[in-house]
């Protein structure tokens, strides 16, 4: 049961570059979310989706793209990478029941922009 | 109203000791309020989680205490052990017709001393 899978763990990107953070699940979660983890910001909302072919802006959305075309993908794209976005990425799916919603996490890419 | 305040920034507490992690928010849409534990390399884990319409809820050495009044509410850790060391993250969320965004309070960093 492999949960999230988040590919590549680590990345170093030139300023201007492009590149593209994966994620899939297994759970057949309809939601799900990127989030970027900062030094003393906690997790901050990028993207989410809440199922295939719908994407709504979160928190912090500038600089970054996302699609949806099937249940369990849901990449997240730096168009032009900037030092600001240097940061932590982590890809969340999540299932509501009768209280509340349980997210589950990917381990998480960390990227570095020079 | 947004944002969710997390306190202290950082705790170390002996083995056996008491761990108190303290949050507040603004917003009273908020319904869900969880707890997330973070090991180093990992992504966030859910650890525990309350609705406002209860006052406290425990499992095993963990003990949320919620305060509506105050718009409060803390993770007791008893018993405190050294493999409880991560950060611990409180966050809020709504709901909506598709699941839950959250927003988290910026963490805190445990390390409990053997």
Redesign the interface.
């Known amino acids: 049961n492999a949960g999230?899978t988040q590919t590549p763990k680590f990345q170093v990107l030139k300023t201007g570059q492009s590149m593209t953070l994966q994620c899939a699940q297994d759970m057949n979660h309809?939601?799900m979310?990127w989030?970027r983890q900062d030094p003393?910001?906690?997790?901050?909302?990028i993207h989410?989706s809440?199922?295939a072919g719908i994407t709504d802006q979160?928190?912090v959305p500038n600089g970054y793209n996302v699609s949806r075309s099937t249940t369990e993908d849901f990449p997240l794209r730096l168009l032009s990478a900037a030092p600001s976005q240097t940061s932590v990425y982590?890809c969340?799916s999540?299932?509501?029941f009768g209280?509340?919603?349980?997210?589950?996490?990917?381990?998480?890419t960390r990227l570095t922009v020079v | 109203q947004?944002q969710?305040k997390?306190s202290p920034?950082s705790l170390i507490v002996q083995k056996g000791g008491i761990s108190i992690i303290n949050c507040a928010y603004e917003n009273t849409a908020f319904?869900?309020f969880?707890w997330y534990q973070q090991f180093p390399?990992?992504?966030?884990?859910?650890l525990i989680?309350i609705?406002p319409d209860v006052s406290e809820k425990k499992e095993g050495r963990f003990t949320i205490s919620f305060n509506k009044s105050a718009k409060q509410f803390s993770l007791h850790i008893m018993d405190s052990q050294p493999g409880d060391s991560a950060t611990y993250?409180c966050a809020a969320?709504m709901?909506s017709?598709?699941?839950?965004?959250?927003?988290?309070?910026?963490?805190t960093r445990l390390s409990v001393l053997p």
């Open positions: 999230v309809e939601y979310s989030y003393g910001m906690g997790l901050r909302l989410y809440v199922g979160g928190e982590f969340a999540s299932y509501r209280g509340g919603t349980e997210a589950f996490f990917g381990q998480g | 947004q969710v997390q920034q319904d869900y969880p390399g990992k992504g966030p884990a859910l989680a609705r993250f969320s709901r017709n598709y699941g839950q965004n959250f927003v988290f309070g910026p963490g």
